[in-house]
T-cell receptor, first 110, second 115 residues
Framework: SQQGEEDPQALSIQEGENATMNCSYKTSINNLQWYRQNSGRGLVHLILIRSNEREKHSGRLRVTLDTSKKSSSLLITASRAADTASYFCATDNAGNMLTFGGGTRLMVKP | DTAVSQTPKYLVTQMGNDKSIKCEQNLGHDTMYWYKQDSKKFLKIMFSYNNKELIINETVPNRFSPKSPDKAHLNLHINSLELGDSAVYFC??????????????FGPGTRLTVL
């Protein structure tokens, strides 16, 4: 079963709007990571948040982590058409591997 | 400069054949991985190697045999291909091993189609 599950599975917004994606997981983690996958490409690492951190920023990305609720959110502000991609959360819970969720497919309309 | 490269990018073959996918990373990382992404985009780890040593084997059929000739290369050989093996296979590498899994760097993927 998937450790991380993203919500929503698909999201369509207009350029300039903010996009929020959520991730829930089941077991305790060392860290949680977010990746982006453009169509037909490999995954690209966006941001890593450690279990003792609550919030992290990187450019237009903001990630929060609530270990008590076993959930994380990824916020993309002022979205652009180029942000259209699938976004995956991945948890490091066993120390030697990442477990990925099913992804959120984001479409940003120009 | 390509950090993690895979060949081939596309692979179309008949059921029952044997095929290999190659992966190379020039990042100097100690750990390499193979993932399988199915048609619904679920990404599942198959194998993990650290310094040429197998660390993780996630209940993958023994028709799949990874080989790491050195820590920069991790190849995947698949025997007796089945229809269900059709997927996109991703290689990845990571600088860390024990304790915590850090950022992973992915290759572009190999789309395998079994007819």
């Amino acid at each position: 079963s998937q450790q991380g599950e993203e919500d929503p599975q698909a999201l369509s917004i207009q350029e300039g709007e903010n996009a929020t994606m959520n991730c829930s997981y089941k077991t305790s983690i060392n860290n949680l990571q977010w990746y982006r996958q453009n169509s037909g490409r490999g995954l690209v690492h966006l941001i890593l948040i450690r279990s003792n951190e609550r919030e992290k920023h990187s450019g237009r990305l903001r990630v929060t982590l609530d270990t008590s609720k076993k959930s994380s959110s990824l916020l993309i502000t002022a979205s652009r058409a180029a942000d259209t991609a699938s976004y995956f959360c991945a948890t490091d819970n066993a120390g030697n591997m990442l477990t990925f969720g099913g992804g959120t497919r984001l479409m940003v309309k120009p | 400069d390509t950090a993690v490269s895979q060949t081939p990018k596309y692979l179309v073959t008949q059921m029952g054949n044997d095929k290999s996918i190659k992966c190379e990373q020039n990042l100097g990382h100690d750990t390499m991985y193979w993932y399988k992404q199915d048609s619904k985009k679920f990404l599942k780890i198959m194998f993990s190697y650290n310094n040429k040593e197998l660390i993780i084997n996630e209940t993958v059929p023994n028709r799949f045999s990874p080989k790491s000739p050195d820590k920069a290369h991790l190849n995947l050989h698949i025997n007796s291909l089945e229809l269900g093996d059709s997927a996109v296979y991703f290689c990845a590498s990571s600088p860390d091993y024990l304790g915590v899994t850090d950022t992973q760097y992915f290759g572009p993927g190999t789309r395998l189609t079994v007819l």
